[in-house]
């Protein structure tokens, strides 16, 4: 009985960790999705680099607790599955968002963004956020536009005095 007892704590343990060290955590409700849906989606997370696991609901309510995510235990009834982030914020929250337009079964229930407690209009904002790449470029064209603006003027005034010159 005691080895039970065990396993049951080191999930706990387990789970609080993935908690606490994900920058981005979805917990979805998978109910009526079928098995090629779910490896469809399995898939899609794993190649963003995204961990989804289906863990009991007392025991995730526990780690959530160890977590000090006391906000996220109201969500935990049903079957629910977790998807946990460590690299990309955005990553499981626009996979999530985008299967759940095509699979209406998939519900996102909450999240926990950066430490927080995230409601399911929050992930819905954060997963219509542009990539990673996709901000870094518009970045860079917002920081080059003075410089290019600066070269056109300059060029400008010069194609200008030529033109008075000749």
């Known amino acids: ?33 079928n098995v090629a849906e779910v490896t469809e989606l399995r898939k899609q997370l794993r190649e963003a680099g995204v961990e989804f ?7 995730t309510r526990r780690a959530a607790e ?18 946990f982030s460590t690299d990309d914020v955005i990553a499981p929250a626009k996979i999530l968002n985008d299967f759940a ?3 209406e079964a998939l519900e996102i229930k909450a999240g926990v963004i950066e430490g927080n407690v995230s409601t399911v209009e929050e992930i819905k904002a954060l997963a219509e956020l542009p990539s990673r790449e996709g901000l870094l470029s518009m970045l860079l064209s917002v920081l ?15 194609d200008q005095k030529e033109e008075q010159g000749a």
Request: proline content about 3%.
């Open 1 to 33: 009985m005691s080895s039970v007892l065990e396993q049951k704590k080191q999930i706990v343990d387990e789970i609080t960790g993935k908690f606490k060290n994900s920058v981005s955590t979805i917990v979805v409700d998978y109910r009526g999705l």
């Open 53 to 59: 696991k289906v863990y009991k609901n007392s025991l």
């Open 66 to 83: 160890a977590a000090e995510l006391n906000g996220l235990t109201d969500v935990l009834t049903g079957p629910n599955a977790v998807a």
């Open 101 to 103: 337009k095509n699979h």
């Open 144 to 158: 080059q536009a003075p410089i290019r603006n600066f070269a056109l003027a300059t060029k400008a005034v010069a």
